[in-house]
């Protein structure tokens, strides 16, 4: 049955995922922005946004990675969008996180993530919380220039493709009986520091990329999933091939 969802955070890469599925599968969307006039944080119209929805989908995130005011963020939106969601009459709240967050508390911004969850569980109405790996693209938005070469963390991971994450929230949002916390992870690991060389080289840059410490979790090995974490999607480089493939078409198109 088609409901109506309210994504939050939906111009990021992730939310547009969401919108796309939950469009394809014949639901109507409210996306949750602030250029679509819509703030998290005062609650200026979210009132309208979710007036009729049955769920929030949330895949917001704060502009900084910076712990404190990261935390503050979370904080923040998660109260301001429970307090509207519960006078709106909405019982259901999807949340994403990440795989490991717990065991992964000795780097800042995974405290403010894990903050999120909790801040969600205590004000939002119905929380489920859906934890990921790190997105294909995450190498990318990690990549730091140095001078004349690029800097990576350089640790195992195991990236999944934000449609399949997409999916998974769609379909704890509409599920009759959701589940209070699941997890995603994608095929197979990886290493960062070899995924980024990768992505430069099928983008034609022959710039020098080196590694960099991570957090001692993280170097640990503790981003990846344990065994029993369902996998799905394309590999990394299934997604490199499709991905710069598109770059390259929009570059001569």
Same mark, same amino acid.
């Given at each position: ?11 990021? &890469?992730?939310?547009?995922? =969401? ?12 996306? @949750? ?8 944080? &005062? ?46 009459? @909405?019982?259901?709240? #999807?949340?994403?996180? @990440? #795989? ?16 999120? *969850?909790?801040?969600? %569980? ?5 929380? #489920? ?25 350089? =640790? ?5 493709? !934000?449609? =399949?994450? $997409?999916? *998974?929230?769609?379909?704890?949002? !509409?599920?009759? %009986?959701? *589940?209070?916390? !699941?997890?995603?992870?994608?095929? %197979?690991? +990886?290493? !960062? ?8 080289? $099928? ?6 990329? =080196? ?17 029993? #974490?369902?996998? $799905?999607?394309?590999?990394?480089? *299934? ?7 598109? +770059? ?6």
């Amino acid at each position: 049955m088609a409901q109506v969802l309210a994504v939050a955070g939906a111009t990021g &890469t992730l939310s547009r995922s =969401v919108v796309t599925a939950a469009r394809d599968a014949g639901h109507e969307v409210r996306r @949750i922005a602030r250029s679509t006039g819509v703030d998290l944080l &005062t609650g200026d119209g979210l009132p309208e946004a979710l007036r009729g929805a049955d769920a929030v989908i949330d895949c917001s995130k704060p502009p900084t990675l910076e712990e404190q005011e990261a935390t503050r963020w979370f904080t923040t939106a998660m109260r301001t969008l429970g307090a509207a969601a519960e006078s709106a009459g @909405i019982r259901r709240t #999807v949340v994403i996180s @990440i #795989v490991g967050i717990d065991r992964m508390q000795d780097y800042g911004f995974y405290r403010a993530q894990l903050v999120h *969850e909790d801040a969600a %569980r205590a004000h939002c109405p119905g929380p #489920v919380v859906v934890r990921a790996t790190q997105f294909h693209d995450f190498v990318g938005t990690m990549l730091q220039r140095d001078g004349e070469r690029f800097t990576v963390i350089d =640790v195992a991971s195991q990236p999944v493709d !934000t449609r =399949v994450v $997409a999916r *998974e929230l769609l379909r704890q949002a !509409t599920a009759t %009986r959701p *589940e209070p916390l !699941t997890q995603i992870a994608g095929p %197979r690991a +990886e290493n !960062t520091l070899d995924q980024a060389r990768r992505l430069l080289a $099928a983008r034609g840059d022959d710039t020098s990329v =080196v590694g960099i410490p991570a957090s001692p979790s993280m170097r640990k090995g503790l981003m990846l999933p344990d065994p029993d #974490v369902p996998t $799905a999607g394309p590999t990394y480089d *299934e997604w490199l091939q499709e991905n710069v493939s598109r +770059e390259g078409r929009d570059r001569d198109g």
